[in-house]
């Protein structure tokens, strides 16, 4: 078996190795060099310690990217405690649940987060931390407040003259097997699962990124940081890899619209962009295609002798919409628009689609784009063994099936999910169908459990809304699907009550509405439902009770 690195000490020797380079900015806001990088975690350390955390406990973080949160999230890792990254996107009960369910100590929280939680419904956490200055929001112990109010005394007592290398010195795990961070899947109780992440999984992907980018993404190189970085795909190749690589990383810290960040890779010229399919088609559709699909382009690409020659200008117009500096645009995290694919197929574009999971942390399929199977999301990536569960699988659908080094040591404190999702001989069974070509390529061909994909990668389990919507008025029953982007409720209202009350179509019609607006109050920007639609009839049901959910999507 190879070998796994210690990753705190990668984390060590990044910082030491490329000291007064450029490490972390806010994009058009301040820039921390690693020897910045290394101070602050100093620093965080000394609060740590003197505020009585210990090794293994456990740190949320909570808020949109930034060169603060990386440090909070680097700091946590390298002084021996366990990371809890939680989505800025979730609603404040959800970040709650996710606090107390984790048995999280601190919460670091951004400013956007500091003003919307209710620390009273977190009764376990010792003090909320503003992730932005590391000021104290909340705290509940004289520890800790003693070591926040004397933070920079503590500091000037270990290190008199100055913080040098030679005080870069981190926690070493024990082993692969030791627990890094715990991402949860979902915030609501009930469906929350914390994917328990170990540090061989962290190496794991680290050592993949450096196969497969190594070689086109430098030390120095720029980076954009789009995705959040709670969220397992962001995190392991938009900042764990780059940051240990010695790469400058930029994080877009507003809402990244289809014009910041189009601004943003004129600015930066990335080396590498990772990206879920919204942010590609958002730029392809409102950037390349107004300026291709007219009447004369159309007929030039019909062309044969000429259509190669515009093709390449083509290519050249996309490749500098995005910068014009990057080798490769991977995208994963959802399903691709299957339109702008095709398009970027014709054009040669170098892109190529991954496939992987919170729970393989999250990689478990690649190909680069030059060896790219149109339609597929790649082979099994170094460390990771995948096949299909079916008698036939080039030809009949099966569950994917993953195996390696990637895969998560279970779900915090739920036996009885993890052993539903991985089996003795350490398969995880990933809940999506696909097939698999002769040479390895894995097809995807749609999911066998209820859970959706967003838009943005984020996943979306369709009972935690139907839960909501089904205490509404009028509400029976209610099932949530996905019809092309947007999320619909089909709702089977109460027939008989709305003839006692001889309610009309447009009155039950008026009454859905209104759930439609409460509903949506309850729910994070990714899970709002566009439409509620009503169902006349009761939803064919299984023998078990459960609706029939394939007879409606």
């Known amino acids: 078996m190879e070998k796994i690195q210690n990753f705190n000490e990668l984390i060590e020797k990044s910082i030491i190795d490329h000291w007064d380079m450029d490490a972390l900015t806010d994009y058009k806001g301040q820039t921390l060099q690693f020897h910045d990088v290394a101070r602050k975690i100093e620093k965080v350390h000394i609060l740590f310690e003197n505020s009585g955390i210990q090794k293994g406990d456990k740190i949320a973080l909570c808020g949109r990217n930034s060169s603060q949160w990386a440090v909070a999230f680097l700091a946590t890792l390298t002084y ?21 369910h984790s048995d999280a100590r601190l919460l670091f929280a951004g400013d956007h987060i500091c003003g919307i939680i209710d620390p009273a419904k977190m009764p376990g956490l010792e003090g909320i931390i503003r992730s932005t200055d590391y000021s104290l929001l909340v705290s509940r112990t004289d520890k800790l407040t003693y070591a926040r109010e004397h933070l920079n005394e503590l500091y000037g007592k270990k290190f008199p003259k100055y913080f040098r290398k030679e005080h870069v010195s981190y926690y070493r795990e024990a082993n692969g097997e030791e627990l890094a961070m715990i991402n949860y899947t979902s915030g609501t109780t009930g469906f929350s699962k914390g994917v328990m992440i170990p540090y061989r999984a962290l190496w794991s992907n680290y050592d993949f990124a450096c196969q497969v980018m190594g070689a086109n993404v430098k030390p120095g190189a720029n980076v954009i940081s789009i995705l ?13 890899f780059e940051f240990i690589r010695g790469c400058h990383v930029f994080y ?16 930066i010229k990335p080396a590498i962009i990772i990206a879920v399919p919204l942010v590609i088609e958002k730029i392809i559709r409102k950037r390349v295609f107004p300026k291709i699909q007219n009447n004369r382009m159309r007929l030039l690409l019909q062309m044969p002798v000429i259509s190669k020659k515009v093709k390449e200008m083509i290519c050249q117009e996309v490749v500098k919409a995005f910068g014009g500096e990057f080798f490769e645009v ?83 404190k739920n036996p009885e999910a993890t052993a539903e999702t991985i089996d003795k001989d350490g398969w995880y069974h990933t809940g999506d ?37 089904n205490s509404m008025t009028m509400v029976v029953e209610s099932i ?19 003839k006692a009350m001889n309610f009309t179509k447009e009155d039950l019609q008026d009454i ?34 459960s609706i029939k959910r394939y007879l409606y999507t």
């Open 330 to 412: 991977i995208i994963g995290g959802a399903a691709f628009n299957r339109e702008v694919e095709q398009f970027l197929q014709q054009i040669q574009f170098p892109f190529t689609v991954g496939y992987g999971a919170t729970e393989c942390a999250p990689i478990i399929c690649y190909a680069d784009w030059r060896e790219f199977v149109p339609g597929s999301c790649g082979k099994a990536a170094l460390h990771m063994e995948v096949k299909i569960d079916s008698p036939d699988p080039q030809n009949v659908p099966g569950e994917i099936l993953a195996r390696g080094l990637n895969v998560m040591l279970g779900y915090y």
């Open 480 to 498: 949530v699907v996905q019809r092309d982007t947007k999320l619909v409720a089909l709702v089977h209202p109460d027939i008989e009550e709305a």
């Open 433 to 469: 169908l696909g097939t698999m070509d002769r040479e390895g390529n894995v097809f995807i061909n749609g999911r066998s459990k209820n859970m959706l994909l967003g838009s943005n990668g984020q996943n979306i389990y369709p009972e935690e809304i139907e839960d909501k919507l």
């Open 512 to 545: 859905m509405n209104q759930n439609l607006a409460g509903l949506n109050q309850q729910l994070p920007a990714y899970e709002k439902i566009s439409e509620i639609v009503i169902h006349e009839e009761e939803f064919a049901k299984t023998p078990k009770k």
């Open 80 to 100: 021996g405690a366990i990371a809890v990254p939680i989505l800025h996107e979730f609603m404040p009960e959800q970040i709650h649940n996710i606090v107390n």
């Open 228 to 240: 959040p970085m709670a969220h397992m795909y962001g995190m392991a190749f938009e900042f764990i």
């Open 252 to 267: 877009l810290n507003r809402t990244p619209s289809p014009a910041i960040i189009a601004q943003a890779f004129a600015d």
